[in-house]
Nanobody, 124 residues
């Protein structure tokens, strides 16, 4: 079993930046992708970004490419989400997720393990 722990959420003013961190532990040999999702109050969960642990190949939906950047450490056990030029509509709980992908680019369906989430609030 893989455990995921997020950190770095908080309150930020519109236009500001935040960096989220995710640490994977446990049976990490079972995963080859780590990603971020978010869920705003009353809305469906939304895919934000993903990165393959070993190759570093990243995947973003078009709506996230401009302001969000995912990265990882050299071991692939930590992933980061750099969020820039934040907007009030970015307010959500951000979840780290992990799984296995058979394709070079991960898809939302690849993720089977989830962290508890970290709250990001962007004030106007």
């Amino acid at each position: 079993q893989v455990q995921l722990e997020e950190s770095g959420g908080g309150l930020v003013q519109a236009g500001g930046s935040l960096r989220l961190s995710c640490t994977a532990s446990g049976r990490t040999l079972n995963i080859n992708v780590i990603g971020w999702f978010r869920q705003a109050l009353g809305k469906e969960r939304e895919f934000v970004a993903a990165i393959r642990r070993y190759s570093g190949i990243t995947t973003y939906p078009d709506s996230m490419k401009e302001r969000f950047i995912i990265s990882r450490d050299s071991d692939g056990n930590k992933a980061y989400l750099q969020m820039n030029t934040l907007k009030p509509e970015d307010t959500a709980i951000y979840y780290c997720a992990a799984g296995r992908s058979s394709l070079p680019e991960a898809t939302p369906e690849d993720f089977t393990c989830w962290g508890q989430g970290t709250q990001v609030t962007v004030s106007s």
